[in-house]
């Protein structure tokens, strides 16, 4: 005869809080160079057009997007919303948003402040969300628009071969709104990964709907 139980937790260590509030992040940027395509992947050739950030403190959360012609003021900003304990949630930031982030900082004298943990495997500051899929795999990497496409998070609303155009002629506004989609999926992705529920975000036009996250069920033999 077999029974079945049922877990509800989420994964340890990944409820918000006001005393740990999720900090879901992602950066725009482009190159300094327009000659040069590539560099907006590069701390040293390109720079920051936008910060997106999803604050969940526990009960609400708060969006915000850091968006001008001034990358100084942009980044120092970034770093002024952050709280000691916040913990930062992304799709590959370990090693492209907080890095460029960092980089950026030091080429403008920017002081951090807060010490973030960006060790690979053993960091409690940050949760990569194409790390936790792939856990740690490389080779076996999947795109935000992928992974949210498969979870049933929806998927990617713009592309950011764009965002250098948009810059291009100052369209500040049409920036902010693809950062934050992509924000909001990577949010709806992690809750997704955690066994969690996503809060409801105030003035989203397009809520997803995917089906009821169940934990699995583990049959156990009586």
């Known amino acids: 005869m077999s029974h ?5 937790e989420q994964i340890p260590g990944t409820k918000a809080s006001q005393d740990r509030r999720t900090v879901v992040l992602d950066i725009e940027t482009v190159t300094l160079d ?3 395509e590539t560099g907006a992947l590069d701390a040293l050739r390109g720079r920051i057009v936008c910060i997106g950030m999803l604050i969940d403190d526990g ?7 850091l968006c001008n012609d001034n990358e100084g003021s942009v980044i120092a900003e970034f770093w002024n919303t952050l709280k000691r304990s916040d913990v930062i949630v992304g799709h590959n930031v370990l090693e492209f948003d907080l890095l460029f982030i960092r980089q950026r ?5 920017i002081q951090p402040s807060r010490t ?6 053993y960091s409690a500051d940050v949760i990569d969300t194409m790390h936790m899929w792939t856990n740690w795999g490389h080779r076996q990497g999947a795109t935000l628009n992928a ?3 498969a979870l049933g998070c929806g998927g990617k609303t713009g592309n950011g071969a764009n965002v250098a155009e948009w810059w291009a002629h100052r369209d500040v506004q049409s920036i902010k709104s693809y950062c934050q989609q992509d924000v909001r999926l990577t949010y709806r992705v992690f809750c997704r990964l955690t066994y969690q529920e ?3 975000i105030a003035g989203e036009a397009h809520p997803i ?3 009821p996250v169940s934990a699995p069920r583990i049959a156990i033999e009586a």
């Not at 079945?4 to 509800?8: A, E, F, L, R, Y």
């Not at 900082?105 to 004298?109: E, H, K, Q």
């Not at 973030?116 to 495997?121: A, C, E, G, S």
């Open 4 to 8: 079945w139980q049922k877990s509800t």
């Open 198 to 200: 996503h809060r409801q």
């Open 147 to 149: 992974l949210g496409v």
């Open 34 to 36: 327009p000659a040069d």
């Open 59 to 65: 009960e609400n959360v708060t969006e915000i997007a």
């Open 105 to 109: 900082s030091w080429i403008l004298g």
């Open 116 to 121: 973030l943990d960006t060790r690979k495997y």
């Open 209 to 211: 709907l995917s089906a």
